[in-house]
């Protein structure tokens, strides 16, 4: 996920996708445990749109506050 996506997404699209990665995210730890995730990286790239997701959720709470 890019951040321009992030940024494009609508309050409700983000949460959406944040409740959708935090689900791939379970998923793919679970899967990783019993050696079935082949490409480990999918677990670092998860993490990271987690952490765009949070971020973006943020900074439109931050502005919302300084209006």
Known sequence: MKPVEVHEMTNEELERALTESRRELFSLRMNNQI????????????????????????????RSQLR
Do not use: F, H, K, P
Request: charged share 45%; glycine share 4%; net charge positive.
């Open 35 to 62: 050696g079935q995730v082949e490409n480990t990286d999918s677990i670092r790239q998860t993490r990271r749109d987690i952490a765009r997701l949070l971020t973006e959720r943020r900074e439109r709470e931050m």
